[in-house]
């Protein structure tokens, strides 16, 4: 226990609904009244029994070194204020800066697979993606809550949070990320079409992660004879954002596009991810390709070990398939071969596993 948590995550993923259930003291610190409340009413606030939180709190940096002298009064005293925040970077720099050692750092990500219970729930959350307002619960509104969430982000939000840049330039990055979406990251050729540096874009790209929009996924470096590819891969954290970029609005649409591996591969991904992060286990991913296009989808240590994944939107998988992750798996020496699919007929024999996403979720779980 800790006498402070930090929430973070993207905008509209719950937080705040989160947050104001458990009771307590709110304050909605990107409105100056609320700042202007806490502050007049500090001592009062402080001084409570009720839980304090502090939504935004990356709005407000006069506040952490507030916080450290409370806080730093009363070390044992645990559960005491709850920051939430939108971007991580701005809140973790003053995090780091004056609260190191007295808080944890959790992530709230939009709806997960294992926490919804809807008919055809996986092909809805890969369709709309995880956020409670985006359709998932209502499916009139995809598209059209996730066109006006970037447009917010995009005029509002982002500069706020100082990606200084015209809202133009920030949608044409968006759609230009869309169409990358499960590609290596090429910085210089996106800055190419936008017209800036690649210094510039990668800068962008660093305020997109930090929003939790984008996710980079690190190339794995082994000693092995083969050239090995040095890039990330470059992955929309929500599928439903990814789907109205490219204005895929319907399963048809979604089935007939060029990008729907890749759109799988990436939604797979996220929800693996995600769910370990959930569950506080440690680990570290990858992805692995040679120059030779010898590559794994995803590469996990965990548990001192390392898992090999190949993911396939099919529902039978081949035995090439299931040769191919093996060879590759082999090169790097993986621990555990993982063929994910959309078999509903899972077979486990040693070190290899070929089943759908459900089951390898409720496998992890355990």
Known sequence: MYPAVVLVGPRQCGKTTFATSLGGLYFDLEQESERLKLDAT?????????????????????????????????????????LLGSISPALMTQVSESLAGRLSVLELTPFLF????????????????????????????FPTWQQDYLNLLAQRDLPNWGMVVRPQTTDR????????????????????????????????????????????LPAYHANIRKRLTKRAKVYWRDSGLLHSLL???DPDGLFSHPSVGASWEGFVINQILSELQTSGRSFNAFH?????????????????????????????????????????????????????????????????????????????QR
């Not at 996986?122 to 619960?137: Q, R, T």
């Not at 230009?176 to 962008?204: C, D, F, K, P």
């Not at 548990?303 to 396939?312: H, M, P, R, T, V």
């Open 247 to 249: 204005n895929l609005q």
């Open 114 to 141: 294992s926490e919804i219970q809807i008919d055809n729930r996986l092909e809805k959350l890969w369709l709309y993606g995880g956020y409670p307002d985006g359709g998932i619960l209502h499916d009139e509104r």
């Open 288 to 364: 692995f390709r040679t120059s030779n296009q010898k590559e794994l989808d995803l590469l996990l240590e965990i548990d001192s070990q390392l898992w090999a994944f190949e993911i396939k939107l099919t529902s039978s998988p081949s035995l090439n398939d299931l040769e191919r992750l093996n060879k590759v798996a082999n090169l790097i020496g993986a621990d555990t071969q993982i063929l994910l699919c959309q078999s509903t007929d899972p077979i486990c024999n040693n070190n290899q596993m070929v089943c759908n996403l459900d089951t390898f979720l409720t496998s992890i």
């Open 42 to 82: 500090w001592d009062e606030v402080v001084a409570s029994d009720s839980l304090v939180v502090l939504d935004e709190a990356q709005s407000y940096p006069e506040l952490f070194p507030r916080l450290r002298g409370i806080i730093d009064r009363d070390r044992k005293r645990n559960g005491r204020f709850l």
């Open 173 to 216: 990055l968006f759609r230009m990320l869309a169409v990358s979406h499960g590609q290596e990251w090429n910085a210089s050729r996106i800055g190419t079409g936008l017209g800036l540096t690649y210094h510039t874009v990668n800068r962008y790209l660093d305020y997109l992660e930090g929003a939790f929009l984008i996710r980079l």
